[in-house]
Each structure stands twice: as C-alpha cells, then as structure tokens.
C-alpha cells in the first residue's frame, strides 16, 4: 500500500496528507465514475491541497485559487511542464500537442505558432467569420426547428454511422467546427449534411472519450505500456484517422500555394511557409493541427449545448435576459461583439455556465520539474503530477454561496472579460478556472470567449427556449471522459417576436 507519508525534502517537509489508495493501483479504482465528486469529497476530508497515488505517480490535487496561482503563476518555471501521457501524449498525439507536450524547445515553437493564430490582433480579423457563423446556428434552430413548432435538439441534428463510429452532427459543434476550419484550413462546411462535420465531430468526440485525465490506468502503471490493450489499439487508430483527416486538408493547401492560389491566412498557411525555419516536420503539422480541431471545437461547443440544457428550466432568468436584450438591442438587429459591455446580465449568465458546466473540469494536468516547498511547508518532489479541481473550485460554498444553484447574479459586478480576469493579482477574484492557469493557459481563450458570446447572446435574442413536456433534460449524466457534454436532449426555440424571421432572413 502507498504512504502518503514517507516522502520528505532534506529539512524535514512532507507531501501533503491524502487518501491512501490500493496496492499497485492507488487511488484510481475511486475516480472511475464521477471522479470531481470523489475528488471534492477528499477536499473537504482533507483540505485544498492533498496529495494521492495512481499506480506509481504521485498526484497533487489543488482546490484552492490562491494556491493554483502560487503553483502555475508565481512558480510557473517549476510547474508548467505535463507529464507524458502515455496514450494522449505518446499515442495520440506522438509528442507533439500543444496541450499535451511538456515544456520543451518544440512545445515553446509550437505554441508561439498558435498565439499567432489566436491573439487580439488575429481575433479581429477573424469575428467576422464568429459573426457569421452565429447567425448561421440561429437560422438552422430556427429552420429545423419550424419556427418553435417542433421540437429541436441543438446538440444532435442527425445519427449516422461511419467505418469506425457512431457519429452525432451537432448544431453547436458545426458552428465552432466552421469557425476553427476557417482558422486552420481556410475553410467551412457549407450545410449540417456535410461529410466533414460528421468525421471532424467524430475526431473530437474519440480524443474526449480517450483522454481523460484520470480515465486510463495504462497512463500511470508502466508495465501496461509493455503489452497490447484494446485502448492502445484504439488510441493508434485515432492518431492515424488524425493525420489522414488533417494532413490531406494541409497537403491541399500546399497544393494551393504550389499553384500560386491565393490562399487567405490560415494555420496551415503559416506551418506550410515557416517549415524549414522552425523545423515543422510532417507531424508536427498534423498534430498542431489537429489540436486546434479538436481544442478549438470541444470548449465552445459543450458551452453552448450546457446553455441549452439549462435555460428552458430557468424561465426568470430568460425573462430578464429578454427584458435586458429589448432594453439595450430592441427588436430590429442581432447583438454584435461591441454590444457586451452594455448587457452584463448575458455576460452574468454565460459566466454562470461555465462555472457550474466547465467541460473540462480538471483540465490537462501539470508537471513539476523540481523539487518544490510551499510556504505553508508542503513537499512537491520532482516529477509530480498537479491537478487542478476546478470542479471543487467553482463549488465552494465559501465563494458560491449554494453553489449548484444556477444564479446569474454572482457576476453581475464582474466587468473583466474572462481573458482579463485570469491576470488579476487577486485569484479569488477571478471568474472561473476553465481555461486552466500560467503557462499552459488555453492559446483560444480570447477566441473561445467571443466565440460563445455571439451564439449565447443571438440565441437569446431570437428564442424562448422551452422544455418539451415529459422530457426532462438530464443535466447530472454527460458524454465524455475529458470534454463533456450533456446527454442527448430535445427543447423547443420559440421565436420571441415577428421581426426574428425577418432579422434572420425568413421573411421580407
């Protein structure tokens, strides 16, 4: 059996108390179902920083903002590495990603790659491809959904099956797929029916149900590495589906250039002319697109789906939201990106979304690279893995009075956008931890935010989203192990007025 007590620096310091797990397995038999409930449980058992075993890898679990930015802010030479995966790092993504690869030379290249494709300057030039797309998820709820007359779910549009899964075509996945195509490829899918969203969406969903941070034991005992396993088999699979989906999208566009085309700027564009001058090889293409897929995609539209499942429930909430929406928009045009600082409320709500619905919810883990002791006389020896609960985190009830109750009005005095709000000097004051911390904060976030902005406050504007009576919305079960979602459900979008089939183009 570990001990969580046996390791120690030189003047006498310990690793902090935690559960103590199985022998060989550790903690990992507690975290197989639900594992932000085990994990809160033993914050409240154990306080806000605790450590565990999975297999042989020592894991410090942080619930506590001052202690995160202590640990990934202040320290961040120490803790902004990962540890190898052994399936979503080595196999999946070959030592490559963005997210997944530690603190090295060619995560450094890679990463200074994607914040050129995602910072302010590059946020501007792509809202307009935001904006359209928008409108574009508000006309298909609308058309499917004839106008609120049936029923419309905006996670599923259609079932199909393909070689190798049951795919789901999402509304809200479509939406956020066309906006990372045109980052990445340049590109967008012109009708839900398309065969790329099925496949780009079927991507996504296998890396989620792959790679959760806690779900595969092989991660941490590395014995299992040495022998065949049908998650291993299946991680192979995805790595090869990656690079033969993605890898012919970035060899069209070298065709293109090849051609002369003119070619509008993209990611592809970018790695396909700076190769040779930061040492790109083939799969480092791949994979750093491929992460932009499947990152780029996942967050923004679990965000939109769990807004979806939630509002019909919430009729006071929408109420205000419309009164807020008539005030400020009126009724004859669609809110913009420079109508934001005007309706806190919807900033107020989308907030309250991704506190209580964060799909990642303990996000990718850190990695230490030296040894470290905390002022509070806590050990962190080289080579731990650092979790951040931010499932526990956005559920204090210290910070969050009831904190399961859906209450908009926590944020109605927060101004900072969530970009803004993760450099604030007080960590108590941040909005939330979805898009992780430091070093190794999301690249996307400044786009994520825009992004949800446009879908959640349009969505408001044209709908009064209902439930369909005698099917409740299930919002305790969810789909994926890392980026989840909500289950399948159905709700009706009622036109609020006469001008939104106007405004949406459906009427003269």
Not at 349 to 375: C, Q, Y
Not at 455 to 479: A, N, V
Request: glycine share 6%; aromatic share 10%; hydrophobic share 40%.
């Amino acid at each position: 059996m570990h001990s969580v007590y046996n390791i120690h620096d030189g003047k006498g310091h310990k690793i902090p108390k935690g559960p103590r797990g199985f022998p060989f397995l550790g903690s990992f038999p507690f975290l197989t179902a639900y594992p932000e409930l085990t994990l809160t449980y033993w914050q409240r058992k154990f306080g806000p920083i605790y450590s565990m075993w999975l297999g042989k890898q020592l894991v410090i679990v942080v619930s506590d903002p001052g202690i995160a930015k202590d640990f990934l802010v202040t320290n961040g030479l120490v803790f902004s590495s990962r540890k190898e995966m052994f399936i979503k790092s080595q196999i999946v993504f070959a030592g490559r990603g963005i997210t997944a690869s530690p603190y090295n030379d060619r995560w450094r290249t890679h990463r200074r790659i994607a914040a050129g494709m995602l910072n302010a300057t590059a946020l501007e030039v792509f809202t307009p491809v935001f904006d359209r797309e928008s409108v574009v998820l508000v006309q298909s709820l609308y058309s499917h959904g004839a106008a609120g007359s049936l029923p419309v779910n905006p996670q599923v549009r259609v079932t199909s099956t393909t070689q190798t899964a049951l795919v789901t075509v999402s509304h809200a996945g479509r939406c956020s797929l066309n906006n990372m195509l045109a980052i990445v490829f340049a590109t967008r899918t012109e009708t839900i029916d398309d065969p790329l969203v099925g496949e780009a969406l079927r991507l996504s969903r296998e890396f989620m149900n792959c790679t959760g941070p806690v779900s595969n034991l092989i991660d941490f005992v590395e014995v299992l590495q040495t022998v065949p396993t049908p998650m291993r088999s299946r991680a192979k699979r995805l790595h090869a589906d990656l690079v033969l989906k993605y890898g012919s999208m970035i060899s069209d566009i070298g065709q293109q250039l090849e051609r002369g085309d003119a070619v509008p700027d993209c990611l592809a564009k970018t790695m396909i002319q700076s190769r040779e001058e930061e040492g790109l090889d083939w799969t480092d293409m791949c994979m750093l697109a491929s992460a932009f897929m499947i990152g780029g995609v996942e967050t923004t539209a679990a965000i939109m789906q769990w807004f979806a499942a939630l509002i019909p429930a919430l009729p006071h909430i929408q109420e205000r939201a419309h009164e807020e929406l008539d005030r400020v928009i009126g009724r004859d045009r669609l809110p913009t990106v420079h109508d934001e600082p005007y309706l806190p409320y919807i900033r107020a709500i989308i907030k309250e979304v991704e506190r209580t619905r964060n799909p990642f919810w303990l996000g990718t883990p850190h990695f230490s690279t030296a040894d470290f002791t905390t002022n509070a006389g806590h050990f962190i020896p080289k080579g731990t893995v650092v979790m951040l609960n931010t499932y526990g985190m956005h559920h204090d009830p210290t910070r969050y009075p009831d904190p399961h109750v859906f209450n908009p009005d926590r944020y109605l005095d927060h101004v900072y956008s969530t970009s803004d709000s993760a450099n604030l000097p007080d960590p108590y004051e941040r909005d939330h931890w979805m898009f992780g911390a430091g070093r190794r904060i999301c690249p996307g976030i400044m786009v994520a935010e825009r992004e949800i902005w446009l879908t959640i406050s349009r969505m408001l504007w044209c709908f009064r989203m209902e439930q369909i009576p005698g099917e409740p919305i299930d919002l305790k079960e969810y789909d994926g192990k890392s980026g989840r979602s909500p289950v399948p459900f159905r709700i009706r979008c009622i036109p609020r007025h006469e001008n939104v089939a106007k405004v949406l183009g459906f009427a003269a």
